[in-house]
C-alpha cells in the first residue's frame, strides 16, 4: 500500500470534511472531521498528476488543485460524480 502524501489540505466545516491533494497515489483524499470515515473523491475522468496544494469551493461543490505534472488545473465534484480539467 503506498502511504499518503499530503502536499496541501483544504478544511470545509460546513460539510464536516477535509480534503488533500495526495502526491503518493495521484488521488484527492477525504477525511470526515468526526472520524466516521473517508476515501478518495472520483475525479473521472481525468487523474491527477502531480497534484499540490487544493482549495475547497462549497458555493461550487468542487474542489481545486494544481497538477505539477502537468501544469494545469484539475477538479473534482464534492459529490463524487467525478471531476475534470487537465490531468
Same mark, same amino acid.
Given at each position: 500500500?503506498?502511504?499518503?502524501q499530503? #502536499?496541501?489540505?483544504?478544511? =470545509?466545516p460546513? #460539510?464536516?470534511r !477535509?480534503?488533500?491533494?495526495d502526491?503518493?497515489? @495521484?488521488?484527492?483524499g477525504? #477525511?470526515? !472531521?468526526?472520524g466516521?470515515?473517508?476515501? $478518495? !473523491?472520483?475525479?473521472?475522468?481525468?487523474?491527477?498528476s502531480d497534484?499540490?496544494?487544493i482549495?475547497? =469551493?462549497?458555493?461550487?461543490?468542487?474542489?481545486?488543485?494544481?497538477?505539477?505534472?502537468?501544469?494545469t488545473?484539475? $477538479? #473534482? @465534484?464534492?459529490?463524487?460524480?467525478?471531476?475534470?480539467?487537465?490531468g
Amino acid at each position: 500500500m503506498t502511504p499518503i502524501q499530503p #502536499a496541501g489540505i483544504a478544511v =470545509d466545516p460546513a #460539510a464536516g470534511r !477535509l480534503y488533500w491533494a495526495d502526491v503518493g497515489t @495521484n488521488k484527492i483524499g477525504y #477525511a470526515n !472531521l468526526n472520524g466516521s470515515g473517508g476515501g $478518495y !473523491l472520483s475525479t473521472s475522468p481525468v487523474t491527477p498528476s502531480d497534484p499540490r496544494g487544493i482549495a475547497a =469551493d462549497p458555493g461550487t461543490g468542487r474542489v481545486y488543485w494544481t497538477n505539477s505534472g502537468g501544469n494545469t488545473i484539475g $477538479y #473534482a @465534484n464534492l459529490d463524487g460524480s467525478g471531476g475534470g480539467g487537465g490531468g
